[in-house]
């Protein structure tokens, strides 16, 4: 059975400060990784997908994660929060690489203070 | 069309009345899939269609829900005699070709009471 833990279900940062939301995977097979961000009353929208072509993958809006395979963990990062970055993240895991059954975490509310 | 439009944005039921969700897919999009999104949790996989076949229902949690897809195009969440506990957002998505990353709906607001 698949799974995605996401640590924290609130973060907040300061505009301008660095962006880790925290995903930790459970897969018996090579894991397809992804994370979604939701905006208010919206759906959800990709902001990046690992599909075991590289370790560091780069997605919209300056976020990227990093895969690590010793850690069975897919951390998403940010350099620089911007206000517009205050949504609802979420983690999902799929492993038959079709994005069909997604598993997804509960998800980590950023805020993002002045 | 532009994206996924899911229809009514807000439903509010009364326990026991049967509701019918409608998902209008992106035009052309072979996959659809149905979640369900309880308050503060992330969303649940309920069912996938490929075409007008159902190919996994898996996720649906009673026999009081039914999905149906029947020209490949529009779909609809059926739910009889609603619960409290039925009470979520109800997420549609589309993709095509399969395997492609899912584009998803505003979503359904259920509310029962």
Known sequence: AQSVTQLGSHVSVSEGALVLLRCNYSSSVPPYLFWYVQYPNQGLQLLLKYTS???????????????????????????????????????????TGTASKLTFGTGTRLQVTL | GAGVSQSPRYKVAKRGQDVALRCDPISGHVSLFWYQQALGQGPEFLTYFQNEAQLDKSGLPSDRFFAERPEGSVSTLKIQRTQQEDSAVYLCASSSPPGSPLHFGNGTRLTVT
């Not at chain 1, 993958?57 to 970055?85: R, Y």
């Open chain 1, 53 to 95: 072509a590289a370790t560091l993958v780069k997605g919209i809006n300056g976020f990227e994660a990093e895969f690590k395979k010793s850690e069975t963990s897919f951390h998403l990062t940010k350099p620089s929060a911007h206000m517009s970055d205050a949504a609802e993240y979420f983690c999902a895991v799929s492993e």
